[in-house]
C-alpha cells in the first residue's frame, strides 16, 4: 500500500507556463454548427459537459495567460482570477471581429489543492506520481471557478467547490495509472471520468465540477445573461448525451 506519510510533492504549485484555456464564444441565439478548429487547443471534456446541455459554441477563443499562482494565493482565488482573465483575454480577442461582439465568451479553470497546497497539472510522470500519492486515502476539493463576460463590460462569474476522498492506492495501482496516461495535463493528475473513478470513495457536490465544468451553475449563468438555453433542447440534433 502507497502511504502518505513522508510523501512531499515536487511541484506544489503550477509551473510558471503560458496555457491556451478554454475559452468559448456564445452567438445569442444557439446554433448546430461545430467549434471552429482547432479543437486541440480546447478542453475536450469541458466541450463535451457544454454539449451535454446542448450549447454548441461558435467559435474556440484561445486565452493564452501565465497560470502560475501568485504568493499566498489560496486555490480558491487561482481558480476564480485564471476564470476571470481568460473570460477578459477572449472578450478582447472576440471584441476585434465585428460578428462576435455580441455574443458571450465562457471561460473556466479548474484547480485542485489538498488543504492550501495547489497541486499542478500533471505533465510528468514524476508530477502525476507525486500527486497520486498525496491523495492516496485522503480528501481534497476541486474548485471550478466559470466566468461569462457579456458586451457592455458585464461580467458574472461563479465557484463551485466539490470535495473528493480518495482510497488509500496500492503501489500496483499507482503504477498501473501512470502507465495509461490518462494523467497527463489533468490538474491534480488524475480525470475522474476515466479508470481514476476507481479510487473514489466519497464525492461531495457536483461531478460536473471535478470533470472541469459545474452544469448547474453554467446553465444559471448563461439564463441569466438571457442566452436562450432551452432554444437548444428543441433541437434533438443539438443535443450530446
Known sequence: MSGNTGCSLAHSTRRREFFQGPTWLLNEQPKCSKLSKPLTSASPRRLALLQQIGVDPDTLLPADIDETPRRGETPRALAQRLARTKAEVARRAAD???????????????????????????????????????????????????????????????????????????????????ESGEWRGKAGGYAIQGLAAAFVVKLTGSYANVVGLPLHETANLLAGLKYPLLDGWRDPASIRP
Open 96 to 178: 476585434r471581429v465585428e460578428e462576435n461582439v455580441d455574443g458571450l465568451v465562457l471561460a473556466a479553470d479548474t484547480v485542485v489543492a489538498v488543504g492550501r497546497r495547489i497541486l499542478p497539472k500533471a505533465e510528468t510522470f514524476e508530477e502525476a506520481e507525486a500527486c497520486l500519492q498525496l491523495l492516496s486515502g485522503r480528501g481534497h476539493r476541486v474548485y471550478t471557478a466559470v466566468c461569462v463576460s457579456a458586451p457592455r463590460d458585464v461580467i458574472r462569474q461563479r465557484l463551485v467547490e466539490t470535495r473528493v476522498r480518495f482510497k488509500r492506492l496500492s503501489r500496483a495501482e499507482i503504477a498501473a495509472y501512470l
